[in-house]
């Protein structure tokens, strides 16, 4: 019978059928068989920046050092003035401070790209200024001092000629970091105070403000000197005008013997 030609055809042909049959078997029993997937470890989260979260909370009442201060009522601000981190306009290096006083914003430049920007208020009529300085000293809650020219100006402030007591009232508010030019005082500041609603406009005698808040968050990061320049604007045409280093009265008499210059 296996010489018979037909019947081994037969033969190969059922062996055909077989083994298919059974590969196909071993396909689906290959297809209902789980794989063990093994999940990576989740990855921690960065710390978070103090520069982001919750405006409320950025803004929230809080004691400092002793001293209470209140909470801004983030409702009636600009949104674009609240402390944020946004995408560096600057092009200058990290660690520098720059202020465009058209827009009233104050940039500290950070790695990769990024900067914080704090909304400021500026000198008012007559008392801008644009220029370069470097932050030389800081000091929390500083004595304010008025110098001759302001007391000569408004007489009423003669009673702080030997300078007002730190708080929240003070017109240099929470923290003070001093601008020195080639290595003397320049008499100018960043500075806090309390009249929050100032902010984005040009309110002050030459120096720029913050919301107290924020001028406790920037001293917070300027551990060394920091160069800053304050420009008319950010465009090519207003960093060249800004070496003109135009001055205006300034708002403090001098740096406290107690600051701290930093190195």
């Given amino acids: 019978m296996s010489d018979n030609p037909l019947?081994?055809?037969?033969?190969?042909?059922?062996?055909?059928l077989g083994a298919s049959a059974l590969g196909a078997a071993s396909m689906a029993l290959s297809a209902c068989t789980t794989t063990e997937v093994v999940t990576p470890p989740p990855v921690a989260a960065p710390p978070p920046d103090t520069a982001f979260g919750d405006t409320a909370t950025m803004y929230a009442a809080r004691t400092d050092e002793g001293y209470q201060l209140p909470a801004i009522p983030v409702a009636k601000l600009d949104p674009k003035f609240v402390r944020q981190i946004v995408a560096d306009p600057t092009g200058e290096k990290p660690g520098t401070i720059v202020v465009d006083v058209s827009e009233h914003f104050l940039y500290l430049v950070r790695d990769g790209g990024k900067a914080i920007r704090y909304g400021v208020s500026l000198g008012k009529a007559g008392?801008?200024?644009?220029?370069?300085?470097?932050?030389?000293?800081?000091?929390?809650?500083?004595?304010?001092?008025?110098?001759?020219?302001m007391i000569q100006r408004r007489p009423e402030l003669a009673k702080f000629k030997d300078g007002m007591p730190p708080g929240p009232q003070s017109p240099l508010g929470a923290r003070a970091l001093y601008l020195f030019r080639d290595g003397k005082d320049t008499m100018y500041r960043l500075h806090g105070t309390p009249e929050w609603d100032s902010i984005g406009k040009n309110?002050?005698?030459?120096?720029?403000?913050?919301?107290?808040?924020?001028?406790?968050?920037?001293?917070?990061?300027?551990?060394?000197p920091a160069p800053v320049f304050v420009r008319p604007n950010l465009s090519?045409?207003?960093?060249?005008?800004?070496?003109?280093?135009?001055?205006?009265?300034?708002?403090?008499?001098?740096?406290?013997?107690?600051?701290?210059?930093?190195?």
């Fill in 7 to 16: 019947f081994s055809e037969r033969l190969n042909r059922r062996a055909f």
């Fill in 236 to 263: 090519a045409a207003g960093k060249i005008m800004a070496v003109s280093s135009r001055t205006a009265e300034p708002i403090d008499a001098g740096v406290p013997k107690d600051a701290e210059f930093l190195k």
């Fill in 203 to 224: 309110a002050s005698s030459g120096c720029v403000r913050f919301m107290n808040q924020d001028i406790i968050d920037l001293y917070s990061r300027v551990n060394g």
């Fill in 127 to 149: 008392f801008g200024w644009t220029g370069s300085a470097v932050v030389q000293a800081r000091k929390k809650w500083p004595v304010w001092t008025p110098p001759p020219e």
